[in-house]
């Protein structure tokens, strides 16, 4: 079956640090691609998201690339603030009518310290 | 516009009792999902419908666990009896019925403590 593999957590960085959070997934067709954020107390909601293959995915200076010869999806951000500590959730789907509940990775814990 | 509705927040209950969520999707959402976030891990799809009908069911352990959306509007999730193993938050996510890639919107979702 589909499954998604993110990068194990928690990850702390300095604020302004660069971000690199990887992502990859294995998939019997074609899904989109997301990422979807978890602030502490609040509760998910879609970061950003890419449709078919070389799509860029961007949102609140995040990016993602939906690589399909690689398989990854890797959220990235060029400089982190503090106010960007929360969950990450890399998530893929099939899209087009039908049956399209994500199948999510286990998360990554972002600390950013001041 | 108002969000996804779930209640109650909390719940606690001690194994082989039983539990009901209700959730209400952002109006005109004809696509309502349940999910399964055991801590730790990413949310697990239970079930999908779409209006009133089931599209995916395919992991939602039917022997104790069970959802309906009568009128294509609210829904329920019950589980009846609860295991330990249960314990976890229950996410309740709407969107559009469309035929491009959709955003699902999440609810606050409802943390189950099983004893």
């Known amino acids: 079956g589909d499954s998604v593999t993110q990068m194990e957590g928690p990850v702390t960085l300095s604020e302004e640090a660069f971000l690199t959070i990887n992502c990859t997934y294995t998939?019997?067709?074609?899904?989109?691609l997301f990422w979807y954020v978890q602030y502490p107390g609040e509760g998910l909601q879609l970061l950003l998201k890419?449709?078919?293959?070389?799509d860029k995915g961007s949102n609140k200076g995040f990016e993602a690339t939906y690589r399909k010869e690689t398989t990854s999806f890797h959220l990235e951000k060029g400089s982190v603030q503090v106010s960007d500590s929360a969950v990450y959730f890399c998530?893929?789907?099939?899209?087009?009518?039908?049956?399209?509940?994500?199948?999510f990775g286990k998360g990554t814990h972002l600390i950013i310290q001041p | 516009e108002a969000g996804v509705a779930q209640s109650p927040r909390y719940k606690i209950i001690e194994k082989r009792q039983s539990v009901a969520f209700w959730c209400n999707p952002i109006?005109?959402?004809?696509?309502l999902y349940w999910y399964q976030q055991i801590l730790g891990q990413g949310p697990k799809l239970l079930i999908q419908?779409?209006?009133?009908?089931?599209?995916?069911d395919s992991q939602l352990p039917k022997d104790r666990f069970s959802a309906e959306r009568l009128k294509g509007v609210d829904s329920t999730l019950k589980i009846q009896p609860a295991k330990l193993e249960d314990s976890a938050v229950y996410l309740c996510?709407?969107?559009?019925?469309?035929?491009?890639?959709?955003?699902?919107?999440f609810g606050p979702g409802t943390r189950l403590t099983v004893l």
């Open positions: 890419a449709t078919k293959a070389d």
């Open positions: 998530a893929l789907s099939y899209s087009g009518g039908g049956a399209d509940g994500l199948t």
């Open positions: 998939a019997t067709g074609y899904p989109s």
């Open positions: 996510a709407s969107s559009l019925d469309t035929l491009v890639t959709i955003t699902q919107y």
């Open positions: 109006s005109g959402h004809a696509t």
């Open positions: 419908f779409q209006n009133n009908g089931v599209v995916d």
